[in-house]
């Protein structure tokens, strides 16, 4: 979490250096996830910071995120959700056939991606993809943000994950809901 602050603080500065137009890929994002087992009691309640940062005159994008809390957990699922850290390199493809963004994602952890992001007009936009954490975790995710102004959207996003724990049968689906913060 110590070189959390630093990689924060570089993303806002390239963000600054450049303005984007369409969908933006500078933002800094506060969330709150709850996250449930098929087959295990409970839940895990916990906040996010993220921040992104396409970069000058590119189509590559630099990631940071990192938990915060995870104070509500309840039943067996029970995880330490309290500054898990990540960094990520994205690479957009914009506008692909003149209907939406695709993206291709990868970070720490073994995490990666793959998906679409597309301006849906009146101030919406939609994502929709697929992701995969390790050799065994993987899943799907969709997406709806709305954007008040320019500079500030709220997002929310339903994640399904088909990871197997406690068994090969268990679901994960994490529902998240983002104030996101546009440069």
Do not use: C
């Amino acid at each position: 979490m110590k070189h959390l602050p630093p990689a924060l603080a570089l993303i806002t500065l390239a963000a600054a250096a450049q303005a984007g137009q369409g969908l933006s890929y500078d933002s800094l994002s506060i969330g709150f996830n709850n996250f449930t087992n098929t087959e295990a009691a409970g839940h895990d309640r916990y906040y996010w910071i993220s921040a992104s940062a396409r970069l000058p005159n590119s189509n590559f994008v630099l990631g940071a995120s990192t938990t915060l809390g995870g104070g509500g957990n309840t039943g067996s699922i029970g995880h330490q959700l309290n500054g898990v850290d990540s960094v990520n390199i994205s690479y957009v493809f914009d506008d692909v056939a003149h209907f939406a963004d695709v993206v291709i994602q990868a970070g720490s952890n073994e995490n990666r991606s793959a998906y679409v992001r597309k301006n849906l007009g009146n101030g919406f936009e939609a994502t929709a993809g697929y992701f995969r954490f390790s050799s065994t975790d993987d899943g799907y995710f969709v997406g709806l943000g709305y954007s008040f102004s320019k500079a500030l959207s709220l997002d929310y996003f339903y994640q399904r994950d088909s990871n197997g724990w406690p068994s090969s049968s268990a679901t994960w689906v994490l529902n998240s809901i983002a104030v996101r913060y546009n440069f």
